[in-house]
């Protein structure tokens, strides 16, 4: 069936460094994609989203790039701090306005100091 | 504003009992969302009301599972009987417009079902 998968289960990265989270969909008629940041024992916390209509969104030290053609979407974290470690979900709506939004599995995102 | 706040934040019981699950969502948000997250399935979403009505409960797994939302403050899950295997943190999670984009999420109740 449609799922939202992701790449890497895991990501450990270097205090400073950039880093890239990686998310593929399978339901090309998915047209809004959010990137949420869950920490130990919190729920997950909206960091950004971006609609079909769109390949690149900035925000606040994070970017999301989105490839229609090969699904994928990807979330950059610039200059990574410690409090940049937790789990990332990517997350689809399959027709902006549905209500119903489809997470990924996660990938766990451990800041080295 | 105090965010999405759910109660309790732990929970254990006893398989059989019933369980009850609160949740009030941030003040003037119009939908809201019950999600039950576990390791194998990850988030999963269990129903969601716009304007205290009930959208969509297909993600209910059983009929031991029902939800309310008697006004727009106050929203409960209920499990009855619980079993073993409802053991998850379940999240509620609340947004001010029609559609899901920007949920905000509560902290969770983690639930264990012995």
């Known amino acids: 069936g449609e799922s939202v998968g992701l790449h890497l289960p895991t990501l450990s990265v270097q205090e400073g460094d950039n880093s890239i989270i990686n998310c593929a969909y399978s339901n090309s008629a998915s047209d809004y994609f959010i990137w949420y940041k869950q920490e130990s024992g919190k729920g997950p916390q909206f960091i950004i989203d971006i609609r079909s209509n769109m390949d690149k969104r900035q925000g606040q030290r994070v970017t999301v790039l989105l490839n229609k053609t090969v699904k994928h979407l990807s979330l950059q974290i610039a200059a990574t701090q410690p409090g940049d470690s937790a789990v990332y979900f990517c997350?689809?709506?399959?027709?902006?306005?549905?209500?119903?939004?489809?997470f990924g599995t996660g990938t766990r995102l451990t800041i080295i100091p | 504003d105090a965010g999405v706040i759910q109660s309790p934040r732990h929970e254990v019981t006893e398989m059989g009992q019933e369980v009850t699950l609160r949740c009030k969502p941030i003040s003037g948000h119009n939908s809201l969302f019950w999600y039950r997250q576990t390791m194998m399935r990850g988030l999963e979403l269990l129903i969601y009301f716009n304007n205290n009505v009930p959208i969509d409960d297909s993600g209910m797994p059983e009929d031991r599972f029902s939800a309310k939302m008697p006004n727009a403050s106050f929203s409960t899950l209920k499990i009855q009987p619980s079993e073993p295997r409802d053991s998850a943190v379940y999240f509620c999670?609340?947004?001010?417009?029609?559609?899901?984009?920007?949920?905000?999420f509560g902290s969770g109740t983690q639930l264990s079902v012995l």
């Open positions: 997350a689809e709506i399959v027709n902006f306005g549905n209500e119903k939004l489809t």
């Open positions: 999670a609340s947004s001010d417009r029609g559609g899901s984009e920007k949920l905000f």
